[in-house]
């Protein structure tokens, strides 16, 4: 059809709405229309008037609801019809059959939206089996953003995305000044303004976390589930958190110099952090195919570090204990590995969240 070939380029969400509005525009003039142009014709005249206008509803319908479910369940869509039948409906009442405009419509469309909330709250995208998905070829549908169906009439979508890419950023910044402050452990001069980097990125990363959960106690409908973002946001604050655990630990334990041990740990957590900070910036675009390969795989790298970290701590501390002849030198130590393993760790955590959300929603 020329009408679905047009709405190709629209979003899932929108080609869904387009064609279920359309079709409940015939379908209320089907029901309703001919209580106004033929009220004193036969009764079956206007079943065979309202037959064949019909037969256009379900023209439009049939298309929509199929296209619909492939990103929205069956209970999402029949709200979506609801919440559009009001739309339309109420006009036509007004304007078509000359009824009056009454507050009860504003009550009904209040239950709507609480219907809307409860359906569309904490659902996840609905996944294609193969059929639906050559269906879905036909179309040229897979580009379409299938969240925030209503998002003009509801309140908006916080940029969670933004918001997680600003943390792991910060996250990388205070990972690379821990990394300098290692490096320069000799130069107590730098060493200080180094920690003093790492407290910095992380009180922002901080900031970041506490905007992440203020917005999503006010955000109507989240990208993803609620609960992934909550997890998430600080599960990466846990990785910042421990950098800085780091930096002080070598301070208030009075650590006097670097070994290779604390070297190579330092570099993996690095390395895991870049890696983390790449995985966070795919979650937004994580519905196309590509990306959310690319998800995955990093994910895979994080892990891969965090088994060489495991590696790297098992040695270290195998030869602490053999080696080391001054006992507090070993508790020293032995906490500044344990941290530096923990770090990545955590990354490995969040690459693990990321590989839930990826599995969800692509």
Same mark, same amino acid.
């Given at each position: 059809?020329?009408?679905?070939?047009?709405?190709?380029?629209?979003?899932?969400?929108?080609?869904?709405?387009?064609?279920?509005?359309?079709?409940?525009?015939?379908?209320?003039?089907?029901?309703?229309?001919?209580?106004?142009?033929?009220?004193?014709?036969?009764?079956?005249?206007?079943?065979?008037?309202?037959?064949?206008?019909?037969?256009?509803?379900?023209?439009?319908?049939?298309?929509?609801? /199929?296209?619909?479910?492939?990103?929205?369940?069956?209970?999402?869509?029949?709200?979506?019809?609801?919440?559009?039948?009001?739309?339309?409906? @109420?006009? +036509?009442?007004?304007?078509?059959?000359?009824?009056?405009?009454?507050?009860?419509?504003?009550?009904?469309?209040?239950?709507?939206?609480?219907?809307?909330?409860?359906?569309?709250?904490?659902?996840?995208?609905?996944?294609?089996?193969?059929?639906?998905?050559?269906?879905?070829?036909?179309?040229?549908?897979?580009?379409?953003?299938? *969240?925030?169906?209503?998002?003009?009439?509801?309140?908006?979508?916080?940029?969670?995305?933004?918001?997680?890419?600003?943390?792991?950023?910060?996250?990388?910044?205070?990972?690379?000044?821990?990394?300098?402050?290692?490096?320069?452990?000799?130069? =107590?001069?730098?060493?200080?303004?180094?920690? /003093?980097? @790492?407290?910095?990125?992380?009180?922002?990363?901080?900031?970041?976390?506490?905007?992440?959960? *203020?917005?999503?106690?006010?955000?109507?409908?989240?990208?993803?589930? *609620?609960?992934?973002?909550?997890?998430?946001?600080?599960?990466?604050?846990?990785?910042?958190?421990?950098?800085?655990?780091?930096?002080?630990?070598?301070?208030?334990?009075?650590?006097?110099?670097?070994?290779?041990?604390?070297?190579?740990?330092?570099?993996?957590? =690095?390395?895991?952090?870049?890696?983390?900070?790449?995985?966070?910036?795919?979650?937004?675009?994580?519905?196309?195919?590509?990306?959310?390969?690319?998800?995955?795989?990093?994910?895979?790298?994080?892990?891969?570090?965090?088994?060489?970290?495991?590696?790297?701590?098992?040695?270290?501390?195998?030869?602490? +204990? *053999?080696?080391?002849?001054?006992?507090?030198?070993?508790?020293?130590?032995?906490?500044?590995?344990?941290?530096?393993?923990?770090?990545?760790?955590?990354?490995?955590?969040?690459?693990?969240?990321?590989?839930?959300?990826?599995?969800?929603?692509?």
């Amino acid at each position: 059809m020329p009408l679905l070939q047009s709405l190709q380029s629209l979003p899932v969400s929108a080609q869904t709405v387009a064609l279920l509005a359309l079709s409940n525009v015939f379908m209320t003039f089907a029901w309703y229309g001919h209580l106004k142009n033929l009220a004193t014709s036969p009764w079956y005249i206007a079943a065979l008037v309202s037959w064949g206008i019909a037969l256009f509803e379900y023209m439009l319908q049939v298309p929509g609801n /199929r296209i619909g479910f492939t990103q929205f369940n069956v209970g999402q869509l029949k709200i979506m019809q609801e919440v559009i039948t009001l739309c339309v409906f @109420v006009p +036509f009442a007004v304007f078509y059959l000359n009824e009056p405009l009454r507050l009860d419509y504003l009550w009904a469309a209040l239950c709507m939206v609480g219907a809307v909330y409860f359906i569309f709250r904490s659902a996840s995208p609905r996944r294609l089996n193969s059929r639906e998905s050559q269906m879905c070829h036909i179309f040229d549908i897979f580009q379409g953003n299938p *969240r925030m169906l209503f998002g003009k009439l509801l309140p908006r979508e916080g940029n969670f995305f933004e918001m997680f890419n600003q943390h792991a950023s910060y996250i990388v910044e205070a990972a690379n000044a821990f990394s300098n402050m290692v490096a320069n452990y000799s130069d =107590v001069e730098k060493r200080e303004a180094f920690n /003093r980097e @790492v407290d910095n990125a992380e009180r922002s990363a901080d900031r970041i976390t506490h905007e992440v959960n *203020r917005t999503l106690h006010k955000t109507f409908i989240t990208p993803i589930d *609620r609960e992934q973002i909550h997890k998430l946001i600080n599960t990466m604050d846990d990785v910042a958190d421990l950098i800085q655990d780091s930096a002080e630990t070598m301070a208030l334990y009075d650590v006097r110099k670097m070994n290779e041990d604390i070297l190579r740990l330092t570099e993996l957590s =690095v390395k895991c952090c870049m890696r983390l900070k790449h995985a966070v910036s795919l979650l937004a675009n994580v519905s196309q195919a590509a990306t959310a390969e690319a998800a995955l795989k990093t994910c895979e790298e994080i892990d891969k570090l965090e088994s060489d970290a495991d590696h790297v701590m098992r040695s270290a501390m195998s030869r602490l +204990f *053999r080696e080391e002849p001054d006992v507090r030198e070993v508790i020293k130590l032995k906490a500044v590995y344990e941290l530096l393993e923990t770090i990545t760790d955590k990354c490995e955590d969040v690459a693990n969240l990321i590989e839930g959300v990826v599995l969800e929603n692509s």
